[in-house]
């Protein structure tokens, strides 16, 4: 398993999730950081997931 990084921010620069999370593979990694976001509420703010690699994943301004 590899380590992802989902992290969200408000407009301003403030951080409000900064979250690593194991998956098998970028698709899975994918599917788990849009599942993250929506439990949290999170789709409509800026955010991004990034492989261990640095791969820009889900991006969102």
Do not use: I, W
């Not at 990084?5 to 599917?31: H, R, S, Y």
């Not at 993250?36 to 640095?54: D, I, Q, V």
């Amino acid at each position: 398993m590899k380590q992802y990084k989902l992290t969200v921010f408000e407009k301003n620069g403030e951080k409000l999730l900064d979250e690593t999370f194991e998956a098998a593979n970028d698709q899975e990694a994918k599917q788990k950081g849009e599942q993250l976001l929506k439990e949290k509420g999170y789709k409509e703010k800026t955010y991004r997931c990034t492989s261990p690699a640095g791969k820009l994943l889900l991006f969102h301004v």
